[in-house]
């Protein structure tokens, strides 16, 4: 670990001053505040890995459930370095990790933060994994803890299950004895990787899914099912549940409405659920979130849990790196790297 840092004069940001598509609002421009010298309580700190998200561009875009005021920095999760320190702060020393503050935008080179506003960040997980503990990873520990009370032994189903999130359940609820029944696009591309982590079935997420999933769950029907698809797919995840079964609903990613099926809704008592971190998080008892954050560093220590990096770039190639995170056959999380790295 390095605690000789280049701070750059004038930090540069990503920033938009209007909501919009990306490649026409983000501009890569310096922010005066964040090169000031830190006042007494504050710390400056230099952005080490960001993480692109698909929330990131729905804030760009406007449509997220909580947007920023204008202008704005993107980004919401990513782990800096603490690179110089004002009078009277013995909370940190230089070279400590901590979460860079969602707030105020994380697609930054630095920011000047009040030291008591900082979460510290175990400094011996490997940057890129750390950089990506605070979003993707809890929400799906909240999803297996928060709904269901599920036992060892119980199926759970999901959709997307090689997005981030998807691999994050996979690889808990293995630890937890759970098993899962996994739709993806692209069986052939995923279903190998899936089932080194932990999935027990894997299926095309297509018309044929419901036929294809049930007879391989062993005359058991999921307690819980997982959605951030919508359309035909939620309904598949719908009728697979058995009685009393839950569907949670988090994230939307064909921007289609969800349609439930009648007979399920009436006749096994299904119930349809939405989850947000984001809400979860700020009504959660003092002390609830961190203790989720550490249960994600202790399964990334010891390698039960393990998240795909697709491509990592430098923050002044956001452009490029966005086009990467927007493609289709990228294999993780596409990543920043600041001066902090
Ligand atoms: N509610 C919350 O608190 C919360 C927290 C975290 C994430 N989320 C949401 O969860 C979702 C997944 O996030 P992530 O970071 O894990 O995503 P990610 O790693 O970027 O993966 C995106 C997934 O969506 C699939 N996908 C994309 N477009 C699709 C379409 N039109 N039809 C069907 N599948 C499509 C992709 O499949 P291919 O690989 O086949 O393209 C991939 O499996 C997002 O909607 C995100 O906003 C919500």
Known sequence: MTTNYTIPTTPN???????GKPDEVLKYEAVSDDAREPAAGEVLVLMETAVIHPSDLGMIGGTYGRLRALPAVAGREGVGRVAKLGADV????????VRMPEDAGVWREAIVARADDLMSVPADLPAEQAAMAFINPPT??????EFADLKPGDWIIQNASNSAVGECVIQLAHALGLRTACLVRSPEKHEAKLRAMGADVVVADDDKALKAVMPQLGGAAPRLALNSIGGMSAITLTRSLGQDGQLVTFGGMTGDAIRFPTREFIFKNVALRGFWMDRWARSAKPGALQAVFDAVYARLRDGSLKMAVDSVYPINQYAEALARAGGYGRNGKVLLRGPGA
């Open 90 to 97: 013995t909370k940190f020393k230089i070279g400590d990790r």
């Open 13 to 19: 940001a990503v920033r938009y001053h209007a909501t």
């Open 140 to 145: 799906a520990w909240l999803l297996l803890h």
